[in-house]
Nanobody, 121 residues
Framework: QVQLAESGGGLVQAGGSLRLSCARSGGTISLSTMGWFRQAPGKEREFVAA???????YYADSVKGRFTVSRDNAKNTIYLQMNSLKPEDTAVYYC???????????????WGQGTQVTVSS
């Protein structure tokens, strides 16, 4: 059974940084494509970043140059380093594994519970 556990969210001032972690149990991330999505109040869940089994990375235009997705195979964990945070980055961030379609579509098989990121102005 696959489980994803996010951590690292919190409250930060605009311009600050946070690093989110997503630990996977059940299955290995080195053979998986994993993604980060976020959902702000009243908005649809949107793609943020993804890292494939072949270590290709993808980013939403809104975070390109500020966010970096990476993985540590030994820890079976992926990360989302978020720099230069803006108030509009405020959302619940979700980790996802094994997309059923393209990496940017929110049709992954497995999802974490989410972690809140709040950026104050």
């Amino acid at each position: 059974q696959v489980q994803l556990a996010e951590s690292g969210g919190g409250l930060v001032q605009a311009g600050g940084s946070l690093r989110l972690s997503c630990a996977r149990s059940g299955g290995t991330i080195s053979l998986s494509t994993m993604g980060w999505f976020r959902q702000a109040p009243g908005k649809e869940r949107e793609f943020v970043a993804a890292i494939t089994w072949s270590v290709n990375t993808y980013y939403a235009d809104s975070v390109k140059g500020r966010f970096t997705v990476s993985r540590d195979n030994a820890k079976n964990t992926i990360y989302l380093q978020m720099n230069s945070l803006k108030p509009e980055d405020t959302a619940v961030y979700y980790c996802a594994a094994d997309p059923q379609r393209s990496v940017i579509e929110a049709e992954y098989i497995y999802w974490g519970q989410g972690t809140q990121v709040t950026v104050s102005s």
